[in-house]
């Protein structure tokens, strides 16, 4: 479920994302409500390329809460931005050199050459979201309660559902 804070977030974060010519994509629970989970969306999650981090940092400044940084947990090594928009947390983080691990912390990344977003409609605005393919694949190794509950909510969708 997104709340009308959540779009108007999204509708600022990609308008100004789009304006400056900056590739994303959304992922994590946005990612899967968008493919059709139904849990109530948190954050909002976007990858984007070291490249544009400059770039961003300057057209959303006024929104970061912490400025780029390596964060680390039990499922996560990347880097990230963390901003506000709308009373929404939003983490922009860097698509190369992201890893997420299994529950053993066996270590696994994307493919920084290939990301195939798909593009949704919300209201008037497209959005660049996660390939479902790799969403279920990074959600089904991390295996959060949470990530289990998306795989379930979507894995119909698949081209072949996972077992």
Not at 60 to 77: A, C, H, Q
Not at 147 to 152: H, P, R
Request: aromatic share 12%; glycine share 4%; charged share 30%.
């Amino acid at each position: 479920m997104l709340t009308r804070n959540h779009k108007l977030a999204l509708k600022e974060l990609i308008e100004k994302l789009d304006s400056c010519g900056i590739w994303y994509q959304i992922t994590g629970g946005l990612a899967a409500y968008f493919y059709g989970a139904k849990r109530k969306v948190i954050d909002i999650d976007i990858d984007v390329f070291k490249k544009d981090i400059p770039e961003i940092q300057k057209v959303l400044k006024s929104n970061i809460k912490k400025d780029y940084f390596r964060y680390i947990d039990e499922s996560f090594d990347f880097y990230l931005i963390q901003l506000e928009i709308n009373e929404i947390e939003i983490d922009i983080s860097q698509y190369e050199d992201a890893y997420f691990k299994d529950l053993n912390g066996k270590v696994y990344g994307f493919d920084p050459k290939n990301p195939i977003p798909r593009i949704f409609s919300l209201d008037d605005l497209k959005i660049s979201v996660e390939d479902i393919n790799q969403l279920v694949n990074y959600k089904n190794i991390i295996r959060r309660e949470v990530d289990i509950d998306d795989i379930v909510a979507i894995q119909h969708l698949l081209a072949k559902p996972l077992s």
